[in-house]
């Protein structure tokens, strides 16, 4: 049994060894000197073997000897970085892997593993990089292909490129022009941008093709009520999206601040405080306090106040309520 499989695998290698000397594949090894790369690929077709084996120590000494006999080979490289990474060398696996990209930059099976090892790292930054790199790519291979765009749209979002999200999502709607949830995400990415009316025309959009995205309608109704504006129809967009997913924390945030905006002071507390039992956020802490400031709670204001300022420090808003609460306090 063994023999056999030793067998296959020494004609996997020979065949290995051809396709490369072919014209199709010739590129992949740079050196013309005739004998060194006959070497050079001896080694990498015994590094192939053992790769084959699971005998990644010995596969990374035969890529090495191979790279002595053609340092221009991306191959080598390639297989180079994929052993060091499986012995965990991994500064010595992204150095072969870059060596890679600079030989050959259409191989994205580089991009690919330098960014499993960026994340591994936790060098975020670097892996959204590489994977910004790879749905490029596969985004012009196939422009009808949405998912891309979504998954490159997200990535952005997640580094905070919003015009860039923005773009992607927009050649969605190109292609799916009545697609609610993207109307959604590009809503989104309009309130990061500043642009409210781009904003609310497009979920309001969104709401007409799909009256029951709950995101849609949370999201309009709390910019209406935020505006202190069309109150009534805020609360009922705010409470369609209750309808739909009652036990969630923002959409009964947004609709205590309805209340708020109205002076139902006591009807917001009551909402606000069943916000808080189900998510801890610091916009929640901040209505309740403001809630609890208007009907002259003033400790517990400032109590609520404070809990906002622990969950997101720097919010220059909250300090300055703080302050005042704290000076008022002081000057009884």
């Not at 073997?49 to 006999?69: I, P, S």
């Not at 009964?252 to 909402?271: F, N, Q, R, T």
Request: net charge negative; aromatic share 10%; glycine share 6%.
């Amino acid at each position: 049994m063994h023999r056999t499989k030793y067998g296959m695998i020494l004609v996997c290698a020979g065949v290995c060894l051809t396709a490369l000397v072919c014209p199709a594949t010739a590129g992949a090894f740079a050196n013309e000197d005739r004998v060194a790369l006959a070497k050079g690929l001896a080694h990498y077709a015994m590094g192939y073997r053992d790769d084959l084996l699971g005998q990644t120590n010995h596969a990374v000494l035969e890529y090495e000897k191979a790279a002595q006999f053609d340092e221009s080979g991306y191959l080598i490289c390639l297989r180079l970085g994929t052993g060091y990474a499986r012995l965990n060398m991994l500064p010595e696996a992204i150095n072969q892997l870059q060596v890679v990209h600079q030989l050959n930059p259409e191989d994205m099976q580089s991009h690919y593993l330098l960014a499993l090892i960026y994340s591994n790292q936790r060098q975020y930054d670097d892996a959204a990089r590489e994977y910004e790199i790879i749905l490029k790519t596969f985004s012009e291979e196939e422009p009808q292909n949405i998912e891309i765009y979504g998954y490159l749209g997200q990535l952005y979002y997640s580094q905070r490129k919003y015009d860039q999200a923005i773009e992607q999502f927009k050649k969605i709607l190109a292609v799916e022009p009545n697609n609610a949830d993207v109307m959604y995400m590009l809503g989104s990415l309009y309130l990061e941008t500043a642009q409210k009316e781009s904003a609310v025309a497009i979920l309001q959009k969104s709401i007409g093709i799909d009256p029951e995205h709950d995101g849609s309608l949370n999201t309009l109704g709390y910019l209406y009520a935020e505006d202190g504006k069309n109150l009534d129809e805020a609360m009922d967009l705010i409470q369609r999206a209750l309808a739909i997913a009652p036990e969630n924390g923002a959409y009964l945030d947004s609709l205590g601040w309805a209340y708020y905006k109205k002076g139902m002071y006591d009807k917001a507390l009551e909402i606000l405080k069943k916000a808080d039992v189900i998510l801890k956020d610091p916009v929640i802490y901040d209505h309740i306090g403001d809630v609890c400031s208007k009907l002259n709670q003033n400790d517990e204001a400032l109590k609520y106040w404070k809990l906002s300022l622990e969950l997101l420090p720097g919010q220059d808003s909250v300090l300055r309520k703080i302050e005042s609460a704290e000076n008022r306090r002081v000057s009884k």
